[in-house]
């Protein structure tokens, strides 16, 4: 498994709760021009890539009416422009194997009002709409795109017995 992303000592410390056999890439995925080499260094060092999981993503918690245009867009590049990047370039060798799967990780702000989250409700809103693009377009050639939205227990569920 690799995880990858911006703080070298936060990887670090969710690859010893991970457990063994994790390695970690630290990089700032809003680098778009990067992902690509990114991704051929994955492959070249560990193998074919056989799922990828888009967890990454920034937050910015703030009135929409306060939001400026360059927060806005840094959110967006970050959490749906990386992501897509990301998903095109593990696409580009799954297709060719016919064979991968690829898991967007979105939010239940996509699916509810929340407010001072507005961009990121965007962004989320928008990988939603992505993943079933990607579905349809990449599926006949045996890659799986998915998406899940976490969402918060209100209350403890009962023990199963």
Same mark, same amino acid.
């Given at each position: 498994? @690799?995880?990858? /992303?911006?703080?070298?000592?936060?990887?670090?410390?969710?690859?010893?709760? @991970?457990? !063994?056999? +994790? !390695?970690?890439?630290?990089?700032?995925?809003?680098?778009?021009?990067?992902?690509?080499? #990114?991704?051929?260094?994955?492959?070249?060092?560990?193998?074919?890539?056989?799922?990828?999981?888009?967890?990454?993503?920034?937050? #910015?918690k703030?009135?929409?009416?306060? +939001?400026?245009?360059?927060?806005?867009e840094?959110?967006?590049?970050?959490n749906?422009?990386a992501?897509?990047?990301?998903s095109?370039? =593990?696409?580009?060798? $799954?297709?060719?194997?016919?064979? /991968?799967?690829?898991?967007?990780?979105?939010? $239940?702000?996509?699916? *509810?009002?929340?407010?001072?989250?507005?961009? *990121?409700?965007?962004?989320?809103?928008? +990988?939603?709409g992505?993943?079933k693009?990607?579905?349809?377009?990449?599926?006949?050639?045996? +890659? !799986?795109?998915?998406?899940?939205?976490? =969402?918060?227990?209100?209350?403890?569920?009962?023990p199963?017995?």
């Amino acid at each position: 498994m @690799i995880i990858a /992303g911006r703080r070298a000592e936060a990887l670090a410390s969710a690859a010893a709760t @991970i457990g !063994r056999n +994790v !390695r970690t890439i630290a990089c700032d995925l809003s680098q778009l021009e990067t992902i690509p080499d #990114l991704i051929d260094g994955i492959e070249s060092a560990f193998g074919p890539l056989d799922v990828l999981v888009n967890n990454a993503g920034i937050h #910015l918690k703030k009135d929409a009416l306060e +939001v400026s245009d360059a927060e806005f867009e840094s959110v967006l590049r970050t959490n749906l422009q990386a992501v897509f990047s990301l998903s095109r370039e =593990a696409a580009r060798r $799954m297709t060719e194997r016919k064979s /991968g799967s690829i898991i967007m990780i979105s939010s $239940m702000a996509a699916k *509810y009002g929340i407010p001072k989250v507005i961009a *990121y409700t965007a962004a989320k809103s928008a +990988v939603e709409g992505m993943t079933k693009a990607m579905a349809v377009e990449w599926s006949p050639a045996g +890659v !799986r795109v998915n998406c899940i939205a976490p =969402a918060l227990l209100k209350r403890r569920c009962p023990p199963r017995h």
